[in-house]
């Protein structure tokens, strides 16, 4: 959907468009979340937290960084992930250290939440209520903005895996076996060429894992791959994950 009346989406511009996700499934690895915090998320003068990095971990999410309080503080949460009733992702923590010492049990001693200590105003997409990170999926990545409905997220082997949608959505040529983007419907540019209306699928040619997407880079990724053009019209685009 585009973002600036009168013009179409240009996928070359990731602000020019907003993508409604109907269906889809996502894997965040902890080196993705770590950039995501601090490149975006945690991005703005005066944050709380800096210098963050988030692994996973034996079915959890491990986040350490430092936290600003009058001094800066080290600190570790080892948290559960879990959905809100309202669609957003929670990160519960079962652990919370500082300077390596177990902070938890202190907290509860003289009643203070994790929202006393962290204050996150400014960052877009997340909310910490009584000890719980609560984020919006929607708000917490750059553009380009998307829409859609968090049906679950879990930890899956290496990965934070959230899925949007529900099978009554998925587009009627779908191929479970196969990785991909599919964009449809109104009118989209990419490069030089415009389509109208929009049919175009971009696969992984390596669907024995996840498929590694850049929009920034997508032009480099289209030189190492093929195309094939639909009897309908639309376009499907083989390409390598962004890191091969």
Do not use: C
Request: hydrophobic share 35%; no cysteine; charged share 20%.
């Amino acid at each position: 959907m585009t973002t600036r009346p009168g013009q179409p989406p240009f996928f070359d511009d990731a602000r020019s468009f907003s993508v409604r996700v109907d269906r889809g499934e996502v894997g965040i690895s902890g080196e993705s979340l770590t950039a995501l915090l601090n490149n975006y998320v945690f991005a703005y003068e005066g944050a709380p937290l800096k210098q963050l990095k988030a692994m996973i971990e034996g079915g959890r999410i491990k986040m350490s960084g430092t936290m600003h309080k009058g001094i800066d503080v080290p600190f570790t949460i080892v948290a559960d992930v879990s959905l809100t009733s309202d669609g957003r992702l929670r990160m519960h923590p079962v652990s919370i250290k500082t300077a390596g010492i177990p902070t938890a049990g202190l907290m509860k001693m003289f009643g203070i939440e994790l929202d006393e200590l962290i204050k996150v105003n400014q960052a877009p997409g997340v909310e910490i209520v009584d000890n719980d990170f609560r984020l919006w999926p929607d708000r917490i990545l750059p553009a380009p903005k998307i829409a859609g409905h968090l049906t679950s997220a879990a930890i899956v082997g290496d990965r934070l895996v959230e899925q949007f949608g529900s099978p009554e959505s998925r587009p009627s040529d779908d191929n479970s076996r196969e990785n991909y983007l599919y964009f449809y419907g109104g009118t989209l540019r990419f490069g030089r060429l415009t389509m109208s209306p929009t049919e175009l699928r971009l696969i992984d040619t390596h669907p024995s894992d996840s498929f590694e997407f850049s929009l920034p880079h997508y032009q480099v990724a289209l030189t190492q791959g093929y195309s094939k053009l639909l009897p309908s019209g639309g376009l499907r685009v083989f390409m390598p994950d962004y890191r091969q």
